[in-house]
Structures are given as structure tokens and as C-alpha cells.
């Protein structure tokens, strides 16, 4: 979709590439290559966040009253697209991408003064505590208990699935605060300090070796009422903008045309039936960019997202799984490999056999697996789409 | 970045959408090919004009133009020549130095209909050999012929050794089964290059026709299974049909942003952006049609509801420039 950019939006491309060519190190690029898990793991990530930060575009897709560079959509979908295609690591989104727009949308005067800052430079890591061993797709029958004592809240409950709580310092929770009223209506929103007394955090060890998700058990855990987010029983409306800012926030596009394409490199000349595969793949990654930018250039105009946001989620899980499926493929048994150290890029890691994209082919292939689950299952994301798309 | 249709694009839309609304509603459309008055009522609004390059006296409308119309025409599922005669043959007579002269003004008013025929030798000024199956051809003055020699030559449809005899299409169109015997033709004057961008926009029509029906026939289903109850209740509210309605509108939307992305391409990269959409599109299209039909149950089936003889059309329109399979054998090669 090049030819349809303005001039300053192909001048503005330009220096995100020229930036990108000198900022990434060969290491940056090495790390998020063999990365296989869905962010890039806290050595890589620190590294290039501290990057971004300096440059002042970390938190690009913020508006500029949050301290965002103030870019239009286009423009964050530039950058965003330009960093899929030079490489570059996909940093954790549970602090810049979640719980931050949360922050500066719904956050008292102090929370953004303390919690803002900690997060672009780093010193906050956060995870999400949303889903509970019972409380999966029905995610407002959660029963983490948060009952109040002068001004603390004593919070108790399983939190489950956590992504990378085991480099966080910080959680942001979804804790039912009132028992007696409708389900949505009794959850509010807490920022809880992992160092504090009574929070538990235990691995969930993936199928494919890699140790992404966790348990987090809170047992009588004190959180300062002051650190609640909004109003007591906003929670769950919270969460709502929540998910809707993530779906909104960033384009899937970008990437999964970018690994095709590496695949495609890596992989050497696919023939048959595996091409077709690969043609379809990226048909259907093609159509969903601009279904993608068709949302961005509206909301960009003043219009609120139309209803096909909503599809770009089940779609590109689709996408994505294709692809970490034809690449197994692709490597024939240098696919198949699960080397047993972790992380793969460490410095004491024998090179990979074949090729990165070889190495870690199968547990990007096992670990995609998630896509079609997280954020919402596929089956989920149709029932949205049938009530708010088509009024069923 | 700006992907939206200008003022006179949305007037030219809404245009045609009024036209064919006030015409054609579910119980009508699709029920054969539109009376030559509604044609030329299109003609006298300057929608052919419009679309028309300016060497054959119209306005040279370009890829949006010809995406917005045909995508409208879609919609009403109406049947019409408008990609072949208007879009291909309009752009290969425009290329073709005296035959736009000739050939335009007719056109543009809708008094005459052109069809695309592809075979027959061509020599010293004569045709002869055959070209099968040639859509619209029945109703055509004059055939646009893109000869087995390389080339291509018009010849009209009275002149003598020109034989044809009635095929009816499976969407209820009217072909000619087309043979030449010594018919007298005129060469055009028209580079491989050329034709084959006149082919590209034709394509680009039948791909916006396609995303226009998709969209109707999703509206359709959208109705039904509300309307429609079983066990007490409307079938809508079961999840089987919600998912499979909820899939058909990310295919729609897919199928749009192909679309899209073929009419905003530039010159250099249309040629490759309407194949992709192609590859895309068609298969989707039919596939749509198909899980539509089964949306309405054994009414889907009958020539009664709109959605059967839309799916007759979208056969039709996904294999009348080689299908999507085609499409994407052109993109590996």
C-alpha cells in the first residue's frame, strides 16, 4: 500500500528506516529473531525499550497529553510496520500497551505522576491479572476477593496464565470488590505490587518447553485502596477499554507479512502444495493490512472504529498459526527441533542448526497455539462479531 | 494515507445505488439480464461516459470510478455487459485509434453493446476460425476480437461470415456460440500492453461486482435468520449460524480490503494487485454464496429468493476470467 502514502508520511517512513538501520544491533536483531515465545524476553526487550525511550518514540501509539509523540494512526502504523520488517524485538504489551492507556485515561493525578514514568523507563514491569483457574472466556464470574479494611484492600485469590509475571514487579488485577450485585458490576481495578507479602507467583511451563505463563497466588494480600483505578465497580468497564484500546491499539499485519516473507528467505524457494499454502497466507495477510489501515484512516478522520475491528484479531490468529505450521514444514526436520537450553539467543547457546527461523520453528508452531485462545478465544471473538457487527 | 472516494465518487455512488434501488429489490434482482431501457437510462445519467477513456469522447475515469459502479452494479446482483463491453472493449477501442471515434458515442449512450471474444486467425483484413463461447455476444454490435495470431480486430456482428447461435449462461445471461467464415474486420491498433490494462480494469470490475453481491447476499442471510424460527426461537440466535454469519462477514470485509487494494494500487502495480484480488475474491465470493444458500435452507435452493439466482450470478462472475485457482498459478509463476 506504499502508493497511497502522502509525502510527508514517505518522508516520516524514511526516518523510522534510517533510525531503525542504526539503532538496531546485530544482537537486538539476533534475539528477536529467536525469539519464540509471543514477547521478547527481558534482556532483548530492556535493551530496545531503553532504546525507544531515548529516542522518545517508546510510547508512540500514546496521544501526545500522555506523553506520546502525537502521531497520527498512519503514522504509528509506519513505524510499527517498519519495525516488523527491520526486525526488531516485539516488547511485552501488558505495561505499554494495556495497563498504561488505562493509566493515563482513567488514573488519578497521583497514579499517573508515580506509575508513568516507571513504566517508560523500565523500573515497572507489569503483568495481567485477568483470567482465574474458573474464569476463562467468562471472565466476570472471577472471584479474586478484595475486601476492605480501613484503607487497604486484603486481596485473595488464583490468578492464571500470567504472561512473564516472573520478571514483573507489578500486576494489574481485576478483583471483585462486591459480592452482592450483578457480576460486572462488583469488580474493580488494582495495581498490586509483587513484593508485596502473600503474592505467590508459580511457572506454567508452555508444550514447547519455554516459560512464558505463570499462576500468581494472592493470599491476603494488602493493596492501598489509593492504588484502585477508577471508582469502585469500574473495574469491569475498565477492562472493557482495556481490551478494546489492545484490539485497536496496534496492527497484526505488519508482522505476520514480515515473517512470511523471512520464512520465505529462510526456507529457500517453498514449491507445490507448500506454496500455495504460503500464497494464501499472504493473500489473506494482505487483505487484512488493509483492513486494518481502512479502521486506522477512519478513526484518524474523527470516525468511531467500525464493527470490522473486530475481525482482525480472529483473523490474524488464523494467519499466524498457518504460518508457524508451514514453517515446520518448510524446514523439514531442522523444523522439528526443541533445543532444551533457553533462551535460545543466550551467548553460552550453540548456533542454530539450519537457520533461526529453523530453530525455533516449533515452538513458535506449539506456542501459536495460544493466539487462537488469548485475548479472547476465536469462538469468542465470533460471538462478539455476530452481536455487535451483525445485530444477532 | 487517503483511501476515500472523493465527493463526485460518492455522487456517482449514490447515483447508481438510488437507480437500481428504485428498479430492482429482492424479489426482482437477478431475474435476468437488465432490459435494454435501463441500460441506456445508465447511458443518458453519463455513467458509461464517465468510465469511458477520453479517446473514446468520455471522461477517463479510472480504477475507483470503475470499482465504485461495478461494485453497485454487484450489489443489485444486475446483470450487464458492463465489464466486458464497457470496461474491456471500452478501453481497447480507446487504445485502438479510430474505433474509439467510431465506437464511443454508442457506448457511452448504451444504444450499443460490445463483447470480447478471444480466438480466430486473422488475415489480409478477414477472420475466420472460432471463438467459442463469448459473453453478451448475442446482444452485441460489434465483437472486440483478441486473435490466436496475437492482436487484436473488430468486426461487426452483421457482417457477413460472422455466425452465432444463443448459449444461455447459467446466471441467465445470453452468449454467443461464435464462428467466422470470411468475416471482413479491422485490425486495431493496439500494443500487448495496452490490452492487457484493459483486461486488468475488467477485472477489477468483475472483482467489485463480486464484493457488491457478497454484500447483498450476506444482508440477505442477516434477515432471514432472523426472521426465520425453528425450536421457538429465531435461528439467529443459535451459535452455529451466528459463527458462520460472524465468518461470513470477516470474508466480506477480507474481500472488500482486496478490493480496495487493486483500485488504489498505482498503474504500475494494478496489474499484480487485481490478480491478488482475484486470488482472493472469487473463491471467497462463491464460497459466500454457497454458505449463504445453506443459511436459508431449502429455500436457498429454489429460483424464488434472490440468494439462488445470486449464486448462479457469482458462478458465473468467478469463472468468467478464469477462476481464483488461475489467479494465484499466475502469482507463483
Given at each position: 500500500?506504499?502508493?497511497?502514502?502522502?509525502?510527508?508520511?514517505?518522508?516520516?517512513?524514511?526516518?523510522?528506516?534510517?533510525?531503525?538501520?542504526?539503532?538496531?544491533?546485530?544482537?537486538?536483531?539476533?534475539?528477536?529473531?529467536?525469539?519464540?515465545?509471543?514477547?521478547?524476553?527481558?534482556?532483548?526487550?530492556?535493551?530496545?525499550?531503553?532504546?525507544?525511550?531515548?529516542?522518545?518514540?517508546?510510547?508512540?501509539?500514546?496521544?501526545?497529553?500522555?506523553?506520546?509523540?502525537?502521531?497520527?494512526?498512519?503514522?504509528?502504523?509506519?513505524?510499527?510496520?517498519?519495525?516488523?520488517?527491520?526486525?526488531?524485538?516485539?516488547?511485552?504489551?501488558?505495561?505499554?500497551?494495556?495497563?498504561?492507556?488505562?493509566?493515563?485515561?482513567?488514573?488519578?493525578?497521583?497514579?499517573?505522576?508515580?506509575?508513568?514514568?516507571?513504566?517508560?523507563?523500565?523500573?515497572?514491569?507489569?503483568?495481567?491479572?485477568?483470567?482465574?483457574?474458573?474464569?476463562?472466556?467468562?471472565?466476570?464470574?472471577?472471584?479474586?476477593?478484595?475486601?476492605?479494611?480501613?484503607?487497604?484492600?486484603?486481596?485473595?485469590?488464583?490468578?492464571?496464565?500470567?504472561?512473564?509475571?516472573?520478571?514483573?514487579?507489578?500486576?494489574?488485577?481485576?478483583?471483585?470488590?462486591?459480592?452482592?450485585?450483578?457480576?460486572?458490576?462488583?469488580?474493580?481495578?488494582?495495581?498490586?505490587?509483587?513484593?508485596?507479602?502473600?503474592?505467590?507467583?508459580?511457572?506454567?511451563?508452555?508444550?514447547?518447553?519455554?516459560?512464558?505463563?505463570?499462576?500468581?497466588?494472592?493470599?491476603?494480600?494488602?493493596?492501598?485502596?489509593?492504588?484502585?483505578?477508577?471508582?469502585?465497580?469500574?473495574?469491569?468497564?475498565?477492562?472493557?477499554?482495556?481490551?478494546?484500546?489492545?484490539?485497536?491499539?496496534?496492527?497484526?499485519?505488519?508482522?505476520?507479512?514480515?515473517?512470511?516473507?523471512?520464512?520465505?528467505?529462510?526456507?529457500?524457494?517453498?514449491?507445490?502444495?507448500?506454496?500455495?499454502?504460503?500464497?494464501?497466507?499472504?493473500?489473506?495477510?494482505?487483505?487484512?493490512?488493509?483492513?486494518?489501515?481502512?479502521?486506522?484512516?477512519?478513526?484518524?478522520?474523527?470516525?468511531?472504529?467500525?464493527?470490522?475491528?473486530?475481525?482482525?484479531?480472529?483473523?490474524?490468529?488464523?494467519?499466524?498459526?498457518?504460518?508457524?505450521?508451514?514453517?515446520?514444514?518448510?524446514?523439514?526436520?531442522?523444523?522439528?527441533?526443541?533445543?532444551?537450553?533457553?533462551?535460545?539467543?543466550?551467548?553460552?547457546?550453540?548456533?542454530?542448526?539450519?537457520?533461526?527461523?529453523?530453530?525455533?520453528?516449533?515452538?513458535?508452531?506449539?506456542?501459536?497455539?495460544?493466539?487462537?485462545?488469548?485475548?479472547?478465544?476465536?469462538?469468542?471473538?465470533?460471538?462478539?462479531?455476530?452481536?455487535?457487527?451483525?445485530?444477532? | 494515507?487517503?483511501?476515500?472516494?472523493?465527493?463526485?465518487?460518492?455522487?456517482?455512488?449514490?447515483?447508481?445505488?438510488?437507480?437500481?434501488?428504485?428498479?430492482?429489490?429482492?424479489?426482482?434482482?437477478?431475474?435476468?439480464?437488465?432490459?435494454?431501457?435501463?441500460?441506456?437510462?445508465?447511458?443518458?445519467?453519463?455513467?458509461?461516459?464517465?468510465?469511458?477513456?477520453?479517446?473514446?469522447?468520455?471522461?477517463?475515469?479510472?480504477?475507483?470510478?470503475?470499482?465504485?459502479?461495478?461494485?453497485?452494479?454487484?450489489?443489485?446482483?444486475?446483470?450487464?455487459?458492463?465489464?466486458?463491453?464497457?470496461?474491456?472493449?471500452?478501453?481497447?477501442?480507446?487504445?485502438?485509434?479510430?474505433?474509439?471515434?467510431?465506437?464511443?458515442?454508442?457506448?457511452?449512450?448504451?444504444?450499443?453493446?460490445?463483447?470480447?471474444?478471444?480466438?480466430?486467425?486473422?488475415?489480409?483484413?478477414?477472420?475466420?476460425?472460432?471463438?467459442?463461447?463469448?459473453?453478451?455476444?448475442?446482444?452485441?454490435?460489434?465483437?472486440?476480437?483478441?486473435?490466436?495470431?496475437?492482436?487484436?480486430?473488430?468486426?461487426?456482428?452483421?457482417?457477413?461470415?460472422?455466425?452465432?447461435?444463443?448459449v444461455r449462461m447459467v446466471d441467465g445471461s445470453i452468449a454467443a456460440d461464435l464462428r467466422f467464415d470470411g468475416a471482413r474486420c479491422v485490425p486495431l491498433d493496439i500494443a500487448e500492453a495496452d490490452l492487457s490494462v484493459a483486461v486488468?480494469?475488467?477485472?477489477?470490475?468483475?472483482?467489485?461486482?463480486?464484493?457488491?453481491?457478497?454484500?447483498?447476499?450476506?444482508?440477505?442471510?442477516?434477515?432471514?435468520?432472523?426472521?426465520?424460527?425453528?425450536f421457538g426461537k429465531p435461528i439467529g440466535s443459535f451459535q452455529a449460524i451466528q459463527h458462520r454469519c460472524a465468518r461470513l462477514y470477516t470474508v466480506l470485509e477480507q474481500s472488500r480490503s482486496m478490493m480496495l487494494r487493486a483500485a488504489?494500487?498505482?498503474?504500475?502495480?494494478?496489474?499484480?494487485?487485481?490478480?491478488?484480488?482475484?486470488?482472493?475474491?472469487?473463491?471467497?465470493?462463491?464460497?459466500?454464496?454457497?454458505?449463504?444458500?445453506?443459511?436459508?435452507?431449502?429455500?436457498?435452493?429454489?429460483?424464488?429468493?434472490?440468494?439462488?439466482?445470486?449464486?448462479?450470478?457469482?458462478?458465473?462472475?468467478?469463472?468468467?476470467?478464469?477462476?481464483?485457482?488461475?489467479?494465484?498459478?499466475?502469482?507463483?509463476?
Amino acid at each position: 500500500m506504499d502508493l497511497a502514502l502522502t509525502d510527508a508520511e514517505r518522508a516520516f517512513r524514511g526516518e523510522v528506516r534510517a533510525f531503525l538501520a542504526d539503532a538496531l544491533s546485530p544482537e537486538l536483531r539476533r534475539g528477536a529473531a529467536l525469539t519464540s515465545g509471543v514477547f521478547a524476553e527481558p534482556d532483548i526487550a530492556r535493551a530496545w525499550q531503553a532504546i525507544l525511550e531515548a529516542k522518545g518514540w517508546l510510547v508512540y501509539h500514546w496521544p501526545a497529553a500522555a506523553g506520546g509523540p502525537g502521531w497520527t494512526r498512519i503514522q504509528r502504523w509506519i513505524f510499527e510496520k517498519e519495525c516488523a520488517e527491520a526486525g526488531a524485538p516485539v516488547l511485552p504489551g501488558m505495561g505499554l500497551k494495556l495497563v498504561g492507556p488505562v493509566l493515563y485515561t482513567f488514573g488519578s493525578d497521583a497514579q499517573r505522576a508515580e506509575y508513568l514514568p516507571a513504566l517508560r523507563s523500565g523500573e515497572h514491569v507489569w503483568a495481567q491479572g485477568f483470567s482465574e483457574p474458573g474464569s476463562g472466556s467468562d471472565l466476570a464470574s472471577l472471584r479474586t476477593r478484595a475486601v476492605r479494611a480501613d484503607d487497604d484492600y486484603i486481596v485473595s485469590g488464583h490468578k492464571i496464565w500470567t504472561t512473564q509475571a516472573q520478571f514483573a514487579n507489578r500486576l494489574f488485577a481485576l478483583v471483585r470488590t462486591d459480592p452482592d450485585v450483578k457480576p460486572q458490576q462488583g469488580i474493580s481495578f488494582l495495581l498490586i505490587d509483587m513484593a508485596a507479602p502473600g503474592v505467590t507467583v508459580r511457572p506454567i511451563l508452555s508444550a514447547s518447553g519455554d516459560h512464558e505463563l505463570n499462576e500468581v497466588f494472592l493470599d491476603e494480600v494488602r493493596v492501598p485502596v489509593a492504588n484502585r483505578v477508577g471508582e469502585e465497580g469500574q473495574g469491569w468497564s475498565i477492562a472493557k477499554f482495556l481490551l478494546e484500546n489492545e484490539r485497536g491499539g496496534s496492527s497484526f499485519a505488519p508482522q505476520l507479512l514480515a515473517d512470511l516473507r523471512r520464512l520465505a528467505e529462510a526456507a529457500g524457494p517453498l514449491v507445490g502444495e507448500r506454496a500455495d499454502r504460503a500464497l494464501r497466507l499472504r493473500l489473506e495477510a494482505q487483505a487484512l493490512e488493509m483492513t486494518e489501515l481502512r479502521t486506522l484512516i477512519e478513526i484518524d478522520a474523527g470516525a468511531a472504529p467500525d464493527p470490522r475491528s473486530l475481525t482482525t484479531k480472529l483473523i490474524a490468529s488464523k494467519i499466524r498459526q498457518g504460518i508457524e505450521t508451514l514453517a515446520v514444514d518448510a524446514f523439514g526436520l531442522a523444523g522439528l527441533q526443541l533445543p532444551l537450553e533457553r533462551p535460545f539467543y543466550g551467548s553460552d547457546v550453540p548456533p542454530p542448526i539450519h537457520s533461526a527461523e529453523a530453530q525455533v520453528a516449533a515452538a513458535r508452531y506449539l506456542n501459536a497455539r495460544a493466539w487462537s485462545i488469548f485475548g479472547g478465544t476465536s469462538e469468542i471473538q465470533l460471538s462478539i462479531i455476530a452481536k455487535a457487527a451483525l445485530g444477532l | 494515507m487517503n483511501i476515500a472516494p472523493s465527493d463526485e465518487q460518492v455522487m456517482v455512488r449514490d447515483m447508481v445505488r438510488r437507480f437500481l434501488a428504485d428498479r430492482y429489490d429482492a424479489t426482482s434482482m437477478a431475474n435476468g439480464p437488465m432490459p435494454a431501457k435501463d441500460w441506456r437510462a445508465l447511458g443518458e445519467l453519463g455513467l458509461f461516459a464517465l468510465l469511458l477513456p477520453e479517446s473514446a469522447g468520455g471522461m477517463g475515469g479510472g480504477a475507483m470510478e470503475v470499482m465504485i459502479v461495478a461494485e453497485e452494479l454487484g450489489r443489485a446482483l444486475a446483470i450487464t455487459p458492463l465489464a466486458d463491453s464497457v470496461v474491456l472493449c471500452g478501453q481497447v477501442i480507446a487504445r485502438s485509434g479510430d474505433a474509439g471515434a467510431r465506437w464511443g458515442e454508442p457506448l457511452a449512450q448504451g444504444d450499443a453493446v460490445l463483447a470480447f471474444a478471444r480466438g480466430g486467425r486473422e488475415e489480409a483484413g478477414v477472420l475466420s476460425g472460432a471463438s467459442g463461447i463469448v459473453p453478451g455476444g448475442m446482444a452485441a454490435s460489434a465483437f472486440v476480437v483478441a486473435l490466436e495470431t496475437g492482436g487484436a480486430a473488430l468486426v461487426e456482428a452483421d457482417a457477413s461470415g460472422v455466425a452465432r447461435s444463443a448459449v444461455r449462461m447459467v446466471d441467465g445471461s445470453i452468449a454467443a456460440d461464435l464462428r467466422f467464415d470470411g468475416a471482413r474486420c479491422v485490425p486495431l491498433d493496439i500494443a500487448e500492453a495496452d490490452l492487457s490494462v484493459a483486461v486488468t480494469m475488467a477485472e477489477l470490475a468483475i472483482v467489485a461486482e463480486l464484493v457488491g453481491a457478497m454484500g447483498t447476499l450476506l444482508d440477505l442471510a442477516i434477515d432471514y435468520v432472523r426472521q426465520r424460527k425453528q425450536f421457538g426461537k429465531p435461528i439467529g440466535s443459535f451459535q452455529a449460524i451466528q459463527h458462520r454469519c460472524a465468518r461470513l462477514y470477516t470474508v466480506l470485509e477480507q474481500s472488500r480490503s482486496m478490493m480496495l487494494r487493486a483500485a488504489l494500487a498505482g498503474d504500475d502495480a494494478r496489474g499484480r494487485a487485481v490478480t491478488e484480488a482475484k486470488a482472493y475474491v472469487l473463491d471467497a465470493a462463491l464460497r459466500l454464496a454457497e454458505d449463504v444458500v445453506q443459511l436459508h435452507g431449502g429455500m436457498g435452493v429454489t429460483d424464488e429468493l434472490a440468494v439462488g439466482r445470486g449464486l448462479r450470478r457469482v458462478l458465473l462472475l468467478s469463472r468468467l476470467y478464469g477462476g481464483g485457482a488461475a489467479a494465484r498459478m499466475a502469482l507463483a509463476a
